[in-house]
């Protein structure tokens, strides 16, 4: 199984962090997650991020650092999660893929079902 790159990108405004719920069509369906996306051939990473989430959300975003990384594999999917820590730079939040969105404190990350490689980043925030 390839191995390939995912950025996500953490979104915060206002001391809260934006999460997204999962397409229930798609693996992991209904978990929460950071949104973000595949790096396609060519792309730097930064690139691919600003790119997932004008197609994601509809969004501009800047991208401020590098949060860390987190390898990620099961049966279906081998991933090296690349999250970086955001702002958002214009645009209102449209969905075109995710079920549901929120705005959301530190504290209330625990009541949310995270996707595998997402529930491990959040000890670093």
Request: aromatic share 10%.
């Amino acid at each position: 199984m390839d191995k390939f790159d995912v950025v996500a990108a953490i979104i915060i405004k206002n001391d809260k962090y934006f999460i997204a719920q999962r397409n229930r069509n798609k693996h992991m369906g209904l978990s929460w997650e950071f949104p973000g996306g595949k790096v396609e051939k060519g792309e730097t990473l930064e690139i691919a991020l600003k790119r997932e989430i004008k197609e994601e959300l509809n969004i501009e975003i800047n991208i401020k650092d590098k949060l860390g990384e987190e390898n990620y594999q099961d049966d279906k999917i081998n991933v090296k999660l690349h999250y970086f820590i955001c702002s958002l730079a214009n645009g209102v939040i449209t969905l075109s893929e995710h079920e549901n969105l929120a705005w959301v404190t530190k504290n209330e990350f625990k009541n949310y079902n995270f996707a595998e490689g997402d529930s491990d980043i959040i000890n670093l925030l």
